[in-house]
């Protein structure tokens, strides 16, 4: 059995990729929440595409994020 610190880092070494995974899940979820509210907006007014920009950002938040997750989970497998 590994030390406590051993065992510490392994479970931080976890936490870190589950956190991003979850707040990439949140952006991806949201993203498609604001193209769907978007379109039904621009469907009753004129002019209702300003949610486009928050969509494509969030969208590009939850690609980093999952990327980083996926970063620290092989990360951890070398070490």
């Known amino acids: 059995m590994g030390s406590a610190s051993t065992t510490g880092r392994a479970i931080a070494c976890y936490i870190g990729p589950l956190v ?4 990439s899940a949140f952006l991806i979820f949201y993203t498609v929440r604001l193209l769907y509210v978007t379109r039904a907006l621009s469907a009753i007014r004129a002019g209702g595409q300003g949610a486009y920009v928050g ?3 969030f969208a590009l938040l939850a690609l980093m994020l999952s990327w980083s997750a996926w970063r620290l989970l092989r990360a951890d497998r070398r070490a």
């Open 55 to 57: 969509a494509v950002t």
């Open 20 to 23: 991003l995974t979850l707040l």
